[in-house]
């Protein structure tokens, strides 16, 4: 079965700062999705970027990056310019390419605070 | 375009209670997941289904919890009798076989008290 680990239950980052949250992930898969997903005091889930690990390229939107170490099962999470907005719960979460649908299996998440 | 939708987005029962959650998923996804999360647990997943059919629902906790997706646009989590450790927030999420993002409802708030 995969397992996914998020080793800092929390983390902090000044405004502007750059901070990486970590997540290694278990499988014995070759082709399957990695995901990012950020969860505010809202609650909702929002999605923040995804890779598909038959792409060695790593994955960017905006100000959010990762470095996918397929090797390695290491599936980092970068965030530059921090901003205020960016305090959440952020998950990390692993998905089996599969036609017939599969489920996301998540890590236990790390709370990031932003300080001005 | 809309996103899953979710109702009630908050209820507060008593406890025996029958509680009903329920879901419309994105148009078009054929997949549609219930995720419960707790402190204590995180998210965990309850049940899935693909074209309607129950896939996995290995995550189901007990008898009292039951799911039923009776067409493609809609399903309900239903849990009789309701205790105060089912309190949680219920997440319907929902994806295409042709695509490989999940996306989430807001959730619906359970408090059992």
């Known amino acids: 079965a995969q397992t996914v680990t998020q080793s800092q239950p929390e983390m902090s980052v000044q405004e502007a700062e750059t901070v990486t949250l970590s997540c290694t992930y278990d499988?014995?898969?070759?082709?399957?999705?990695l995901f990012w997903y950020k969860q505010p005091p809202s609650r909702q889930m929002i999605l923040v970027i995804r890779?598909?690990?038959?792409?060695?390229q790593n994955a960017t939107e905006n100000r959010f990056s990762v470095n996918f170490q397929k090797a390695a099962k290491s599936f980092s999470l970068k965030i530059s310019d921090s901003q205020l907005g960016d305090a959440a719960m952020y998950f990390c979460?692993?998905?089996?390419?599969?036609?017939?649908?599969?489920?996301?299996?998540f890590g236990k998440g790390t709370t990031l605070s932003v300080s001005s | 375009d809309a996103g899953v939708i979710q109702s009630p987005r908050h209820e507060v029962t008593e406890m025996g209670q029958e509680v009903t959650l329920r879901c419309k998923p994105i148009?078009?996804?054929?997949?549609l997941f219930w995720y419960r999360q707790t402190m204590m647990r995180g998210l965990e997943l309850l049940i899935y289904?693909?074209?309607?059919?129950?896939?996995?629902d290995s995550g189901m906790p007990e008898d009292r919890f039951s799911a039923k997706m009776p067409n493609a646009s809609f399903s309900t989590l239903k849990i009789q009798p309701s205790e105060p450790r089912d309190s949680a927030v219920y997440f319907c999420?929902?994806?295409?076989?042709?695509?490989?993002?999940?996306?989430f409802g807001e959730g619906s708030w359970l408090t059992v008290v």
């Open positions: 979460a692993y998905r089996t390419r599969n036609q017939a649908g599969t489920a996301l299996i």
């Open positions: 148009s078009g996804h054929n997949s």
């Open positions: 999420a929902s994806s295409s076989d042709a695509g490989n993002t999940i996306y």
């Open positions: 499988t014995s898969e070759s082709d399957y999705y």
């Open positions: 890779q598909e690990a038959y792409k060695q």
């Open positions: 289904f693909n074209n309607n059919v129950p896939i996995d």
